[in-house]
């Protein structure tokens, strides 16, 4: 078991280890390649290498393929032969290929200059280290990384190199929603937020085990060419088949992070942010169907408790996944808020909900905010919407100078700052880690933000450090 001293000797020996620049040698294979930003004007291209190609992966190349400023240097993916890379490989035939990117890394990392990863969640963390730790820009879906200790040395190396420019990808965090959110928190008419439910309960990417599973699923015939150890990355052995492939690895607490790693990001990021909640002093997981210790409940209810803040009161976030595990619906509701912007991946189902995925924002004055996912704005419900118009009509709220892919960009010509650097989302993640912990071990959990510790559960605590890295891999948590 790991212990608190284990996890604070680990951040120790991290920040050590930033600050006297020590790298391993793979990154000194390699060297940096930091480009002059200030030298370069809006119309250049970022030199980037992609890595998770396929699903997700495509779409986030096809946007960055929009705005015309990206040469592709190179294309990674274990599963390189794979239907779902296809498309993406024929769009760049004369991309370099690689199925690990630490060899893209030792071989050609002085070619490129950014990074976009799209790998599943167990998967983003060591990527991301080694590029910021090679002078790289870096781009990474959401969530950020899987545990509290891999989302603290992101924080940590992106505040290393301020000279590198870092995104999370909730899309969402650069349109409508946010530059709202924003004016109307600054305005003062978003004060003194004391309640939030947000919900997700669309059906996505469960696969059919049934909760009585007893153990992991039986290895199956592994793809011709796919680099199963790579995809393993830092988590321990486990045979390949098909259910952890294919965004069916979001469901195992091995390999994902769940629902609330896959929508909260979406839902509850500019209230985190522009309310500076930080980190709970408790996670209470109240309602849970089909519990087991293999991967995610069917539908879950996790309260998240953070305290008062700058003046501001303590806040309760209640978030509800699954089928048909709803909120109370405030009185003068009205119609459910359907983002149609929403991306659709190749293995999402789709569902009949009664609720659409958003939240419902409380004030002390009394005033609600219902809201939806990813670029949806807020509304005021009820009377108290029409109260309030003519000072809404008054706030100017600006329009996005520019999408997600656009920003990064920018920032990786010093044009723009990133509005989902890591040390922004990273504390984000680190909430939803305890959410995982909490679901994982189904129970109420009491951290100390101070001390960055669980106070009433010695193994929840361990889990903050999450599972030995296997060897080999260890490195990317000592850079």
Known sequence: MVTRRDFLRQISIATAGLTMGSTPDIVLAAGRNVTNATSRSVAAKIKIAYIGIGNRGEQNIEEFEKTGRVEVIALCDVDLDGKQCEKVRKMYPKAKLFRDFRKMFDEIGNEFEAVMIATPDHNHFAPAM???NQGKHVYVEKPLSCTFLENQLLI???NKHPELATQMGNQGHSEANYFQFKAWKEAGLIKDVTKVNAHMNNIRRWHKWSADIHRFPREEELPAGMDWDTWLGPRHWHDYNHDYHQGQWRCWYDFGMGCLGDWAAHIIDTIHEFCELGLPYEVT???VEGWNQFFYPFSSTILFRFPARNGNPPVDITWYDGLGNYPE??????????NHNVPVTNYTETTQVTLNPGKEIYQADGTIFKGGTHAATLEIIGD??????DVVAKIEVPQSP????ENFLNACLGIEKTRSPFQIVGPLCQAFSLGVIAQRLNAQLFFDERNKMITNNPFANALLVGPEPRRGWEQFYKM
């Open 329 to 338: 619906i405030p009185k003068d509701y009205g119609a459910s808020i359907e």
């Open 156 to 158: 940590d190396a992106a």
């Open 402 to 405: 520019s999408n997600h892919y």
């Open 384 to 389: 108290r919407g029409k109260e309030l118009a």
């Open 130 to 132: 080694l590029a910021l």
């Open 285 to 287: 997981l109240k309602k």
